[in-house]
């Protein structure tokens, strides 16, 4: 059974950071494209970043300079850091783990960005 268990969501001020974790099991994440997804009320959901396989990485345009990706494979799990919050980055971030048609999901965790 494949799971994706996401953590490190919460309240946080403008300016700040925080770093979310998706620790996989049933898979090895470092044979997936493992991407960041967020859903904001109202709004569909939309790729944030995201690490392949081979390590590269990709970002949104909306995180580009403030968000990074990375991936520890001894763990597992994969990261996301993010910098200098601003409050549109409030969301429902999910964790997602792509390979050919397969594709998983985790249950997500949310950050608000707030003063």
């Known amino acids: 059974q494949v799971q994706l268990v996401e953590s490190g969501g919460g309240l946080v001020q403008p300016g700040g950071s925080l770093r979310l974790s998706c620790a996989a099991s049933?898979?090895?994440?470092?044979?997936?494209?493992m991407n960041w997804y967020r859903q904001a009320p109202g709004k569909q959901r939309e790729l944030v970043a995201g690490i392949t396989s081979g390590g590269g990485t990709k970002d949104g345009d909306s995180v580009k300079g403030r968000f990074t990706t990375s991936r520890d494979n001894a763990k597992n799990t994969v990261y996301l850091q993010m910098n200098n919050l601003k409050p549109e980055d409030t969301a429902v971030y999910y964790c997602?783990?792509?390979?050919?048609?397969?594709?998983?999901w985790g249950q997500g965790t949310q950050v608000t960005v707030s003063s």
């Open positions: 049933g898979i090895i994440s470092s044979t997936y494209t």
């Open positions: 997602n783990a792509a390979y050919f048609n397969n594709n998983f």
